[in-house]
């Protein structure tokens, strides 16, 4: 059983080295690229990306070094042993002490990473409006969120693996699904006001634009929201989110104020077309099928590597779940996007039939590709394992293909 560890080790190692080395090599440039962007702006997408994505793979690289020597090393027992002695030794304090100590050991690992990648990097290209204080406001709030929420999960895990030592894996995996699907709904009237404000759209010619697009598409909007993101970036966007009366599309105020109508159109059109695909209740429905998979696997671990079935499991079981976690999840990444990339060409297809403005689609996939730095020709093993959009130039073509 156990020879999953090795196998998950050696997958994520060969993953690890070719994306770094493709990151360093990225190869040579379609020409074809150059019938819609400017040589300066090829240059500065690979640029930017070349840093970003050598940030991700380091920063990535790091964490799962540090994991897996906690893990196969015995660090992880003795680190459990001084957890519970400093719970006094109570069982559940241990459990409490080991997840906290841990997750800040992570946080401290992973800090340089994100510091650069999302302040630095982002100030040094012109698109952060942050100051340091307001960027390391945002980052206590994530890290308190995921802290309190986390560690509620591990003492429901480990209560879980204690009471139901043979079906633990059923609930774990049932429970996350649910988590999965609440989160849906709560998380963009609950969560995402803590960080931006969302103010209904005003201009009567979106609403109008909306209600257009929203009858031929046969999908009732009830809210169209503008999020101040000029707060953090000048990087423009728009997503759709919630789930039945949570429902909504959001608009980041640097598209309405930098991008022209049709454009703007254009984004509606395709963040609809994802709605009226119901890409929202397939993705979840595709991520509680792995989910149940992952867990049913993660079952067979443990009781390979903590033979024979306790039933408390130690602390240190956190580290194993853990490692264990990461490295599906990074594994797993491919076919995540592939079915992510495969819902962006659909949504891409049917927004040009929402709007019968193919031109106007490819205008705005030129504008967002070289204002928000994307890399114009990003090498195919990088696309395969984490794009979760196909790159500009796919998208162009499948929007003209769509209009034919
Ligand atoms: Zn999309």
């Not at 509606?268 to 149940?292: C, D, P, S, Y």
């Amino acid at each position: 059983m156990n020879a999953i560890w090795p196998l998950l080790i050696l997958i994520t190692a060969v993953f690890s080295l070719l994306y770094l080395w493709y990151s360093l090599f990225p190869g040579r440039i379609q020409p074809e690229v150059f019938r819609y962007f400017s040589a300066e702006q090829v240059a500065a997408g690979r640029e930017y990306n070349l840093t970003q994505r050598l940030l991700f793979i380091t920063g990535f690289m790091v964490q799962i070094l540090f994991l897996l020597w906690l893990v196969f090393s015995g660090r992880g027992m003795a680190f459990a042993r001084w957890a519970q002695q400093l719970a006094g030794g109570s069982y559940w304090g241990g459990i409490l002490v080991f997840f906290v100590s841990l997750w800040l050991m992570l946080s401290l690992v992973k800090l340089p990473f994100t510091l650069y990648s999302s302040y630095f990097l982002q100030k040094s290209w012109g698109f952060s409006t942050q100051t340091l204080g307001s960027w390391w406001l945002d980052y206590f709030k994530y890290a308190g969120l995921d802290l309190i929420l986390s560690a509620l999960g591990v003492l429901l895990l480990f209560w879980i693996l204690g009471r139901w030592p043979g079906i633990w894996w059923l609930l774990g995996a049932g429970f996350v699904s649910l988590w999965l699907v609440l989160q849906s709904y709560l998380w963009p009237v609950l969560v995402s006001p803590l960080f931006n404000q969302f103010v209904p759209a005003k201009d009567p010619a979106i609403i109008s634009m909306v209600q257009e697009l929203s009858q031929k598409a046969g999908v009732p909007v009830d809210e169209v929201l503008v999020m101040d993101a000029s707060q953090r970036t000048t990087k423009a966007n728009a997503y759709f989110t919630g789930l039945g009366a949570t429902k909504r599309i959001v608009l980041y105020d640097t598209l309405l104020k930098d991008y022209p109508a049709d454009q703007i159109k254009a984004v509606v059109a395709h963040e609809m077309a994802h709605w009226r695909q119901g890409h929202i209740v397939k993705g979840l429905t595709l991520g509680i099928l792995g989910n149940f998979l992952v867990w049913g696997l993660l079952f067979l671990v443990l009781r390979g590597t903590f033979p024979p079935t306790p039933l408390r499991y130690p602390p240190q079981a956190w580290a194993v779940i853990l490692l264990f976690f990461v490295l599906i999840s990074f594994i797993s990444s491919p076919l995540q996007n592939y079915i992510s990339r495969d819902m962006e060409k659909e949504a891409d297809r049917v927004s040009v039939w929402l709007t019968g403005d193919a031109p106007a689609a490819v205008r705005l996939q030129i504008n967002l590709a070289s204002k928000n730095l994307s890399d114009l020709s990003p090498p195919a093993f990088i696309q395969w394992f984490s794009y979760s959009h196909p790159p500009a130039l796919t998208r162009i073509r499948i929007l003209q293909e769509g209009a034919q």
